[in-house]
């Protein structure tokens, strides 16, 4: 038995698909797994007890990636499981920067008593007129999940679309539309684009990406969107780029309480991922990931530990051990194993950067005596009895 605990509402149609294997609870400090969207968890106390977090959503800067990893506690997240309701939020921010709807809707209501609202409405119209985007230059920061749709998107939309992303994987690559500039560098996109929107993930190297030496390189009179992160954006740059007309307007899914009060910002509050099928998609592929992690010891989608992968075990045991990455592991464990007359009978090891996990499958049935015995070897975070 399992027990798991949601720090957010997760959607049902996810949740619905643990078995009776596992119960919730209440109790953090109970649970062996935890399923999350953007509750802050860098101040909990994380048990011995907790195997993993699963992150319904891409944002994982909420989480305590390196602590969790000390103590073996497996991260996932689900890549690109919201990506389209991000997608389609973004698309509707550019609209409402290029024509001013919200001063439209906002007449409206002001004037909702006007019972000749249909002859004043032709008069006042003029000063809600804007642009189109058809024909606009998009800078797209980021092309991962979300960028590669925005990208995409925007270029079926007549755009005239730029990206730039050091790391752009393989995949993202190929899924990008040929009709998309791939820039080497910000500069290019900055001097080039009308709108510029950035899709990367939150962290020290990425802290106050927009600032005031990239506003400087942007055009006059451009349009910025963030449905990232707010710390991505330098608020007081960002503040003197409003004031002085350099950014005409700031569209952003994480307002602050700096940002609500600067001029021609239009704001929405953290909406991106907020769309039934969105939640559905990030629960669902939440509990496959917990399911398979809890059930067989196989790791899909980690943020902070390796993919490892064995499949279903097929022999009387498997254990799972989650290690530093440093040398002479394996050599420890399998001599634990050999002196223990303990036959493996498969083992998968994988590492990334610090850490290191391991599947074996044995052909005994594991004993607590035993994994006590790996648990003991220095460098070992966290041994798991699968079977
Ligand atoms: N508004 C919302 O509700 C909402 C929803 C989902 C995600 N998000 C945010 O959007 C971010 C991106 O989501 P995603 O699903 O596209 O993630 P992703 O991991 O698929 O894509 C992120 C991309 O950013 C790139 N990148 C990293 N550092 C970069 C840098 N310095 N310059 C340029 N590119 C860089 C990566 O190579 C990757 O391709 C998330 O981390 C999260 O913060 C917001
Ligand atoms: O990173 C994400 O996936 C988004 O910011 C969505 O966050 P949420 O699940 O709290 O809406």
């Given at each position: 038995?399992?027990?798991?605990?949601?720090?957010?509402?997760?959607?049902?149609?996810?949740?619905?698909?643990?078995?009776?294997?596992?119960?919730?609870?209440?109790?953090?400090?109970?649970?062996?797994?935890?399923?999350?969207?953007?509750?802050?968890?860098?101040?909990?106390?994380?048990?011995?007890?907790?195997?993993?977090?699963?992150?319904?959503?891409?944002?994982?800067?909420?989480?305590?990636?390196?602590?969790?990893?000390?103590?073996?506690?497996?991260?996932?997240?689900?890549?690109?499981?919201?990506?389209?309701?991000?997608?389609?939020?973004?698309?509707?921010?550019?609209?409402?920067?290029?024509?001013?709807?919200?001063?439209?809707?906002?007449?409206?209501?002001?004037?909702?008593?006007?019972?000749?609202?249909?002859?004043?409405?032709?008069?006042?119209?003029?000063?809600?007129?804007?642009?189109?985007?058809?024909?606009?230059?998009?800078?797209?920061?980021?092309?991962?999940?979300?960028?590669?749709?925005?990208?995409?998107?925007?270029?079926?939309?007549?755009?005239?679309?730029?990206?730039?992303?050091?790391?752009?994987?393989?995949?993202?690559?190929?899924?990008?539309?040929?009709?998309?500039?791939?820039?080497?560098?910000?500069?290019?996109?900055?001097?080039?684009?009308?709108?510029?929107?950035?899709?990367?993930?939150?962290?020290?190297?990425?802290?106050?990406?927009?600032?005031?030496?990239?506003?400087?390189?942007?055009?006059?009179?451009?349009v910025v969107l963030n449905f990232a992160r707010d710390l991505l954006v330098n608020d007081d740059d960002m503040k003197a780029a409003?004031?002085?007309?350099?950014?005409?307007?700031?569209?952003?899914?994480?307002?602050?309480?700096?940002?609500?009060?600067?001029p021609n910002v239009i704001a929405t509050p953290h909406l991106g991922a907020s769309t039934e099928e969105s939640e559905d998609n990030?629960?669902?592929?939440?509990?496959?990931?917990?399911?398979?992690?809890?059930?067989?010891?196989?790791?899909?989608?980690?943020?902070?530990?390796?993919?490892?992968?064995?499949?279903?075990?097929?022999?009387?045991?498997?254990?799972?051990?989650?290690?530093?990455?440093?040398?002479?592991?394996?050599?420890?464990?399998?001599?634990?194993?050999?002196?223990?007359?303990?036959?493996?009978?498969?083992?998968?090891?994988?590492?990334?950067?610090?850490?290191?996990?391991?599947?074996?499958?044995?052909?005994?049935?594991?004993?607590?005596?035993?994994?006590?015995?790996?648990?003991?070897?220095?460098?070992?975070?966290?041994?798991?009895?699968?079977?």
């Open positions: 038995m399992f027990q798991y605990t949601c720090l957010n509402p997760i959607a049902a149609v996810g949740l619905d698909n643990l078995t009776e294997d596992y119960k919730q609870t209440e109790d953090f400090a109970q649970a062996d797994a935890v399923l999350v969207r953007s509750a802050a968890m860098h101040d909990m106390e994380l048990s011995d007890k907790l195997c993993a977090v699963a992150r319904a959503g891409a944002g994982v800067n909420n989480i305590p990636l390196d602590k969790c990893a000390e103590n073996g506690i497996v991260v996932f997240n689900t890549p690109g499981a919201n990506a389209n309701g991000v997608k389609e939020l973004l698309i509707s921010g550019m609209l409402l920067a290029a024509r001013d709807i919200v001063g439209g809707i906002d007449w409206v209501k002001a004037n909702a008593d006007d019972e000749n609202i249909s002859k004043s409405m032709e008069k006042a119209k003029k000063n809600f007129a804007g642009s189109e985007i058809k024909g606009k230059k998009l800078g797209v920061i980021g092309l991962g999940a979300i960028g590669v749709l925005v990208a995409n998107a925007a270029n079926r939309l007549g755009m005239d679309v730029y990206g730039v992303d050091p790391f752009l994987s393989v995949k993202n690559a190929l899924t990008l539309s040929r009709d998309i500039t791939v820039c080497k560098s910000y500069d290019e996109l900055y001097k080039t684009c009308d709108y510029i929107t950035v899709h990367v993930p939150y962290m020290p190297e990425t802290k106050g990406l927009l600032n005031k030496e990239a506003f400087d390189q942007m055009k006059d009179g451009v409003l004031e002085s007309g350099k950014v005409a307007k700031y569209v952003t899914d994480f307002p602050n309480p700096a940002v609500v009060k600067m990030c629960a669902i592929m939440a509990v496959e990931e917990i399911r398979d992690f809890m059930e067989n010891g196989n790791i899909r989608n980690s943020v902070n530990y390796p993919a490892c992968d064995a499949g279903v075990c097929e022999t009387k045991g498997r254990i799972t051990v989650a290690h530093k990455n440093i040398p002479n592991m394996l050599t420890q464990f399998t001599t634990v194993f050999s002196s223990e007359g303990i036959n493996i009978a498969h083992m998968t090891n994988k590492s990334r950067g610090d850490y290191s996990y391991c599947i074996f499958d044995i052909d005994s049935d594991s004993t607590e005596a035993f994994a006590q015995k790996l648990s003991a070897i220095d460098g070992v975070l966290k041994v798991r009895i699968i079977k």
